[in-house]
């Protein structure tokens, strides 16, 4: 039916110890032979927003990618940017050298837009759209953004962008 399954894992949300990941790459790991009959279509998405802001993110999915196709995951396989995903640097700077550790080159990275960006004129701290996404099409690399939420100061991570705003620049950029 041109559905696209991308089966997760939500237990890494928010977390930033490699032991979170490394337990969660250990369940797809003894999982894979269940997963064998949708592997061919699926999207595996390793870990829900986990990781650091810093290239502790880099090195545990290189790790994560190798033990992941070692057990015989052939799909395309997602990694959420870690910050609770919304940290731009770790694709900006760090998905270049997890794309290129998988032997299938076959990663897709996705960017979750939340209160840490704004629009032209955000606060300090925060990853202004444009001058996000522009850095994440930079790379060259499959790029998607993966959630946002619903604007206008709403949620339990509010950012006053609105879901048109960042559908239009995505598209802009050719985002997904």
């Not at 290239?55 to 015989?72: C, F, K, N, T």
């Not at 731009?88 to 080159?105: E, I, T």
């Not at 202004?128 to 850095?135: A, H, I, N, S, V």
């Amino acid at each position: 039916d041109h559905i696209v399954p991308m089966p997760g894992n939500w237990q890494g949300t928010c977390k930033e110890d490699t032991a979170t990941l490394e337990g969660i790459v250990d369940t797809w790991v003894a999982q894979a032979s269940s997963w064998q009959t949708l592997d061919h279509a699926m999207i595996l998405n390793i870990a829900n927003e986990w990781g650091p802001s810093s290239s502790a993110w880099r090195d545990a999915y290189v790790s994560a990618i190798g033990r992941l196709r070692a057990a015989g995951y052939l799909c395309t396989i997602a990694i959420d940017s870690g910050g609770c995903g919304q940290d731009n640097d770790d694709l900006a700077n760090y998905a270049q050298a997890v794309f290129a550790s998988d032997p299938q080159q076959n990663v897709i990275f996705s960017q979750h837009i939340y209160g840490n960006w704004s629009g032209a004129s955000g606060g300090s701290g925060q990853t202004k759209l444009d001058q996000g996404l522009d850095r994440l099409v930079a790379t060259g690399l499959p790029m998607i953004v993966g959630e946002f939420g619903p604007g206008r100061g709403i949620g339990p991570s509010p950012t006053q962008l609105t879901p048109r705003e960042i559908m239009q620049a995505c598209q802009a950029r050719e985002l997904g």
